[in-house]
């Protein structure tokens, strides 16, 4: 990972805690103390220990035990796919130009609440060109990448802007020309696949989330993907139809 990561010297890091979150957080760090869990530096996003129990606690609505048994698995999961050391692993440069080319999503600035905007042509996606060079395993991989860079890397020069903590994204998924031909059972394993990396194992990571330009097919669709996205993280999602 090439860029380096700012310093959380001088930033508040203190989040708005949910009530109850406090005493949770207490009896979660006990339990991982207990339990001698390596939930190690190479873990963390910007910020530190602090603010990613946090996430795992209110993914798992501030249930420490619930919370603990998803950092066991996380921590399972980093070692298992040597997610640590994910950026020693490049994919070949034809796979990283085809998917720099035809995956439309761009970061392109931050929101009033100094958080990433992640703005992405859903529709416009060339999947049938990607999976053409790249298999699903590749896919996968250039997207933990991302999630390693945006929580390590991102996430502090958000924060650096605003002085505070800022650690989640808002999404706008611009869905003009989608249509159900386009939900084929390779494009469902790979959105089944992506979410519940992100369910699991980067919680917390969405402030908001607005789908624009939304036709008629993407009710079918999101009917397909909603079930990978738990009530908290629905309740972040808008949806704009296309007038």
């Given amino acids: 990972m090439a860029d380096a990561v700012p310093s959380s010297e001088g930033l508040d890091l203190s989040a ?14 006990k339990m991982l103390e207990d339990k001698k869990i390596d939930f190690t530096a190479a873990t963390y996003g910007f910020g530190g220990q602090e603010i990613y129990l946090r996430k795992f606690l209110r993914a798992r609505q501030l249930d420490p035990v619930k919370a603990l048994l998803m950092i066991e698995n996380n921590v399972k999961w980093r070692e298992e796919n040597k997610v640590d050391t994910c950026w020693d692993r490049l994919l070949e440069n034809e796979k990283r130009e085809t998917i720099a080319k035809l ?29 053409a060079t790249c298999e699903l395993p590749d896919l996968l991989h250039a997207h933990i990448q991302l999630q390693e860079y945006q929580t390590k890397v991102r996430y502090g020069i958000a924060s650096a802007r ?49 789908i624009v330009n939304a036709p008629w097919a993407f009710t079918m669709i999101y009917a397909f993907v909603k079930p990978f996205l738990n009530e908290h993280t629905q309740n972040k999602v808008k949806v704009r139809a296309f007038p």
């Fill in 162 to 210: 605003k002085s505070e903590v800022r650690a989640r994204t808002t999404n706008i998924m611009d869905m003009r020309g989608l249509s159900m031909s386009m939900l084929t059972s390779t494009i469902k394993d790979l959105i089944s696949k992506i979410s519940t990396v992100n369910q699991d194992n980067y919680p917390e990571g969405l402030y908001q989330c607005f």
């Fill in 103 to 131: 995956y439309w999503a761009y970061y392109c600035g931050h929101d009033r609440m100094g958080n990433w905007i992640y703005l992405e042509h859903t529709a416009a996606i060339n999947f049938e060109g990607l999976f």
């Fill in 16 to 29: 708005l805690a949910w009530e109850g979150e406090e005493t949770a957080l207490i009896d979660l760090k």
